[in-house]
């Protein structure tokens, strides 16, 4: 997976790249959150468990992202990291 964010005013944007897993396929996924409340305001991904709302990828971003954050602060500035679930070590957020 590999991440990408930005801020603008008080909006906070994420946008990534998953693999699915045993497949060759990519999908898009995006997110906007509140900066001041941590509310997310819109989520999409490119995948067909998006229709239905139920897509997991949404939420490991979300989720990774946060422990992004919590493990490196956040100083508002573009930033892009990716996270590796083959380690052996069980992945890591690399800056």
């Known amino acids: ?8 005013g008080r909006l906070y944007f994420l946008k ?8 060759q396929e ?4 995006e ?10 305001l819109d989520a999409t991904c490119t995948c067909k468990a998006n229709a239905l ?3 997991a990828r949404i939420a490991g971003m979300l989720i990774l992202f946060i422990g992004n954050v919590e493990a490196h ?3 508002g500035k573009y ?15 690399f800056r």
Do not use: I, N, P
């Open 26 to 29: 990519f999908y898009v996924v």
């Open 79 to 93: 930033h892009r990291f990716s996270y590796d679930l083959s380690g052996e070590e069980g992945g890591h957020v």
């Open 31 to 40: 997110s906007t959150v509140d900066q001041d409340s941590g509310k997310v």
């Open 53 to 55: 709302k139920r897509c």
């Open 1 to 8: 997976m590999r991440v990408w964010d930005s801020a603008k």
């Open 73 to 75: 602060g956040y100083d």
């Open 16 to 23: 990534s790249l998953v693999q699915a897993s045993m497949q």
